[in-house]
């Protein structure tokens, strides 16, 4: 089992940065690729961002490519999300979640999720 409390989002006006934070307890958290999702309200959960369970490897939607950057500091058991350049569309609740398989953009490859974190863009 593992457990993820994600942290870090807030108001902010266009143009502006947020670094989001997720930290993991439970199982071995170096074990498990990560990943990053959103959803707003009226819309399906969508992909954000992943990275492997080494730090090696990341992978982001098209809409947050070149503004996002997903890293995760293993001695620290967490994984965070540095968002730039923030959009009024990025409005959403940001979820973090563990996957015991592979970083994908499969929303059903995740095996465990945290409660979510506001993120809101002001235009």
């Known amino acids: 089992q593992v457990q993820l409390v994600e942290s870090g989002g807030g108001l902010v006006q266009a143009g502006g940065s947020l670094r989001l934070s997720c930290e993991a307890s439970?199982?071995?958290?170096?074990?498990?690729?990560m990943g990053w999702f959103r959803q707003a309200p009226g819309k399906e959960r969508e992909f954000v961002a992943a990275?492997?369970?080494?730090?090696?490897?990341?992978y982001y939607a098209d809409s947050v490519k070149g503004r996002f950057t997903i890293s995760r500091d293993s001695a620290k058991n967490t994984v965070y999300l540095q968002m730039n350049s923030l959009k009024p569309e990025d409005t959403a609740v940001y979820y973090c979640?563990?996957?015991?398989?592979?970083?994908?953009?499969?929303?059903?490859?995740?095996?465990?999720w945290g409660q979510g974190t506001q993120v809101t863009v002001s235009s």
């Open positions: 439970g199982r071995t958290f170096s074990s498990y690729a």
């Open positions: 990275i492997s369970w080494s730090g090696g490897r990341t």
């Open positions: 979640a563990a996957s015991a398989h592979s970083y994908s953009g499969n929303r059903g490859g995740y095996d465990y």
